[in-house]
């Protein structure tokens, strides 16, 4: 018999767990706190489990998140996470089964688009996400960095403090939400995220050790910024080799992100700062007086986006010309496709059905792609992803949709 598949309650919070930990190839222990925590922040009418002979076998949820768009307007997203199936019921279509259910929901529902982050990169295009940010990890030796060595405080005139998880929890929500609409591919934190994310709660198989906040003032003593990091300690033959490795670091101007850089780049005994996930193309490099300073440690797609509403998706950001392109957009699973005329102008845009012959043929996940700027029609086209059905249409696309800065999504859900 095929397992069943259904939302689970508050007693099958345990097992659940245990298999999610199992399929992340985690120990399988869940304490106490951790089903307290999942309890208070999971909606249970969103939490997936097959269920073989009684027993856990696969996990998924999915949770409510807002988006930044092209343009700084949010979108209703249906989150994607916690995806897991046991290796001994793997490519028996559970995961598929269980998307199926939620993307339908989600459809239903009103989401614009389906958010996740995906573990390997071959297992969702067949569900209609495509990668729509890409992320760049750097490792800075800060003996290259060339800056001022005797750096004392922000140039710009604004200051730096230490902050309490306290005072984190207090003000960073607002921070953020100043932040997150100013980067298209960001996405909202809610009051659970902030709690774990200071240490107020702790799951199995979080880091442990102690996180460190430093917060940018600027001179008129808004809070322009805040830097989360943890050190680890080397020495060598009585010389510092000593590691900060920054978790998060957000910043609403550049000169609070230049500041909060200078600081964690001169601190005493810090031979080595890790970025953490920074946009591809960061200012970071170039604060320092020798970008090679920073050497990429990681690169790869980061944020994939399944649009569910076409017209809602395209009508939410903006663009920077006046042009009209009509989109065949294919979905197997039936949620998004359909023939849309995007008549676009910075000056306000519409994307409606229509009749239209066809400009550009294209998947759903590629138009997931597509959507944030981040990836380029015409080097789609190439690689044989898209079809330009009218000469030109390709760089009407390229003009429309690409942005001058990429989109980023600084969070792991
Ligand atoms: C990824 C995972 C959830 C897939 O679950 P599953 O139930 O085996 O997936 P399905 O059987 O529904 O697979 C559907 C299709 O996707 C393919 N597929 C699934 N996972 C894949 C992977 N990791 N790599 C390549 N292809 C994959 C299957 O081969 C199948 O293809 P087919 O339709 O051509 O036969 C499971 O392998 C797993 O738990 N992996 C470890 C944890 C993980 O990576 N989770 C994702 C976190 S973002």
Redesign the pocket.
Known sequence: MSPEIRTIGDDDLRDWIAALAT??LRPAEASDEDIAFRKADYDPERTWGAYDGGRCV?TFRSFAQELTVVGGAVVPADAVSA????PT?????????I?ANDLRAAKERGDVVAS?????Y??YG?FGFGPASWTTSWRIDTARAALDPRHAAPESGGRIDLATPEEVREFGPGLHDRFRVQVPGAVSRNHWWWQRDTGAVRLSGDAAGERHHAVYRSPTGEIEGLASYSYEARWEAKRPENTAHVHRLIATSPAAERALWQYLCSIDWVRHVTTGYRAPDDLLPDFLGDPRAAAVDEHSDYLWLRPLDVPRLLEARTYPVAATLVLEVEDRAGLAGGRFLLDASPAGTSCTPTTRSAELTLDVSELGALCLGDAAAGRLAALGRIQEERPGALATADALLRTARRPWCPDLF
């Open positions: 399929g992340f696969a995806v897991t199936v046991l019921h793997r490519r028996r279509g559970l995961l598929s089964r998307m996740l982050i995906a573990a390997e071959p297992i067949r």
